[in-house]
């Protein structure tokens, strides 16, 4: 457990024991990135804000954000050896609106590296995706060339939610705001989030079911950007989540292991 008063007792329980895991490693990492938060700030300001990732989701048609992702606790070693460069670069020749970034090293084997590569290789936005406790991180994002950053709805208490959200602002990023149930996408709505996804994927049993997006959407009304994100391995799977009201796809284990990633990608855009 975290001291009393330090900002990841706004950490929610949460009935998941890999993602417990999970928190504890992003937990113990955290000093060290706190100790740097203010030349990571001067590194982010030096950059300046991000690619305009709300304008590239809601481009016409259905959008794509293809994943950059070595592995996972639910799917195991998917590609470990994969070319992050050359993965995100074959995403966005098949149109892909934004690439993301997995960066937790010790459930996901990501890393920063594999996000400063790819933000420098392509030219869509890239959504660092990870475990994101702390205003630090977040700097750090854009400082190692983030446009969007994900914040999960499950793991945070409303004030550190609004905090990082603020902070995401401040920083030049989007947010990409994750619920899982109808009581996270109500909060995800009453924080002011402009670009909410829906995990198809239980937290807890790992279990993906498209309905899951079907059955929140109506809870996030018409003044979001809304994701769908998990589960989606098909252009069939593709044109159920369009059909259902979402401006944008997260797809990751079916790009990566698709063999084709430019013609994958194509395939979801051109299903609608």
């Not at 992702?69 to 074959?90: C, V």
């Not at 603020?166 to 990409?176: F, N, Q």
């Not at 909410?196 to 498209?210: E, H, S």
């Not at 059909?243 to 790009?255: P, S, T």
């Amino acid at each position: 457990m975290v001291a009393a008063g330090s900002r990841c007792d706004r950490v929610r329980t949460y009935d998941a024991p890999v993602l417990d895991d999970i928190l504890r490693s992003v937990r113990a990492r955290l000093d060290e990135v706190r100790d740097r938060t203010e030349s990571l700030r001067e590194e982010a300001v030096r950059r300046g804000p991000g690619l305009d990732a709300a304008a590239a989701l809601t481009a016409e048609g259905l959008s794509v954000i293809a994943e950059v992702k070595r592995r996972s606790p639910s799917a195991g070693p998917i590609d470990e050896d994969l070319d992050p460069t050359a993965l995100a670069r074959a995403y966005a020749s098949g149109g892909a609106a934004a690439i993301s970034v997995l960066t937790e090293p010790d459930h996901f084997a990501g890393s920063l590296d594999d996000l400063e590569t790819v933000a420098a290789a392509v030219e869509v936005p890239v959504l660092r995706k990870d475990f994101v406790l702390d205003p630090a991180q977040i700097w750090e994002a854009r400082a190692r060339g983030a446009d969007m950053v994900l914040l999960i709805v499950a793991i945070l208490e409303d004030d550190a939610l609004d905090e990082l959200l603020v902070t995401a602002h401040e920083s030049g990023l989007h947010a990409l705001v994750e619920a899982h149930t109808e009581d996270e996408a109500r909060r995800a709505v009453d924080v002011g989030a402009r670009i909410i996804g829906v995990n198809n994927r239980d937290l807890a049993t790992f279990d993906v079911d498209l309905a899951t997006a079907e059955r929140i959407r109506p809870v996030l009304g018409d003044d979001v950007i809304a994701v769908a994100e998990s589960g989606v391995s098909s252009p069939d799977g593709a044109r159920r989540m369009a059909e259902a009201g979402y401006d944008a796809i997260l797809v990751g284990e079916a790009a990566v292991r698709s063999g084709d990633p430019v013609g994958f990608v194509r395939s979801l855009r051109e299903a609608p």
